[in-house]
């Protein structure tokens, strides 16, 4: 037994099991979204994204560890070869779920989960990885925040509710309703932004170190001091959505109690702005998105018990 909890540590620590927040909340707002729509889940479909999306967000962080220490001198939980193979074994096996996926679905899931394959690998990966360039706070927030969404309510909503692919003898057509699509933008800003705000704030506590490891993120070309206050506006923003998505229709009056957590993330924004340091103050957006997005699931939970 404790061989087995060892093993299951392992494998936690190198995928970085407690990071996975960012994308389980979004799954979680759009099965409540759906709920709300009154639409009715497919569950074969809905399990199978969830854990082909969960199995591949393990790989993408497992390659990022496995590519950081190497570079960086540190060590991984187990020798590099096996690293190496659990990273081949999970990919492998997301790639399988995948296909599964798209072979009950249809051609845009293959093209949306082809995007979001393409981007979590080179995340990290290739010879210009996005986690060392300016856009890496801006890609991950919108496949965690917007794409898991995209791909889980285009499985469960009617054909055409967002997307539509039509085939004619000579031409491939996407039509797009772009209302559902803007209003689905709206909705997802919250996970989107905040994502990018983990992103941020934890390139703005590695800034120097990133320098000197030649990682050319965001903070490098804004500076330290725009990066704490575009910090602080990603959860300005966040928070006016709210009230948005109340009067637009997409969330419930009651969801405006979430607006309650403005006073701890305004309590967490000004430690933040006090010092950047990666041990004491990065834990403040982890804390404040989930500040934000569990008050999002609560009470769009309570909105659908009413």
């Given at each position: 037994m404790e061989k087995s909890n060892t093993t299951i540590s392992r494998y936690f620590q190198f995928t970085e099991i407690r990071t996975k927040i960012t994308s389980l909340f979004p799954f979680l707002i759009s099965i409540l979204y759906l709920m709300s729509k009154n639409q009715q889940v497919k569950i074969f479909e809905t399990i199978l994204f969830f854990s082909a999306m969960f199995l591949f967000d393990l790989e993408t962080t497992a390659i990022n560890n496995y590519i950081d220490t190497k570079t960086n001198g540190d060590s991984i939980p187990y020798s590099r070869k096996k690293g190496r193979i659990l990273i081949y074994i999970m990919l492998a096996i997301s790639i399988a779920l995948g296909l599964v996926l798209v072979?009950?679905?249809?051609?845009?899931?293959?093209?949306?989960?082809?995007?979001?394959?393409?981007?979590?690998?080179?995340?990290?990966?290739?010879?210009?990885?996005?986690?060392?360039?300016?856009?890496?706070?801006?890609?991950?927030?919108?496949?965690?925040?917007?794409?898991?969404?995209?791909?889980l309510l285009y499985i469960n909503f009617p054909e055409g509710y967002y997307l539509k692919v039509l085939f004619t003898d000579t031409h491939v057509l996407l039509e797009a309703n772009y209302i559902n699509l803007i209003h689905l933008v709206l909705l997802f800003a919250i996970p989107t932004l905040t994502t990018a705000g983990i992103m941020l704030a934890n390139n703005t506590c590695d800034l120097e170190k990133d320098i000197l490891q030649k990682r050319h993120t965001l903070p490098y070309y804004i500076g330290k001091k725009a990066s704490v206050s575009l910090f602080k506006w990603i959860y300005i923003t966040s928070y006016l959505m709210i009230p948005i998505l109340v009067f637009i229709g997409e969330l419930g009056l009651i969801s405006l109690v979430a607006l309650v957590g403005i006073i701890p993330v305004a309590k967490n924004l000004k430690e933040f702005e006090n010092q950047q340091v990666k041990s004491e103050t990065f834990i403040v957006s982890i804390k404040n998105y989930v500040i934000l997005n569990l008050g999002l699931v609560i009470t769009m939970m309570i909105d659908n018990l009413l």
């Open positions: 072979y009950y679905t249809d051609w845009i899931v293959l093209i949306l989960g082809s995007l979001c394959f393409a981007f979590g690998i080179f995340y990290t990966f290739g010879p210009l990885p996005i986690s060392r360039t300016p856009f890496g706070e801006i890609i991950s927030g919108i496949f965690y925040g917007f794409f898991i969404p995209l791909i």
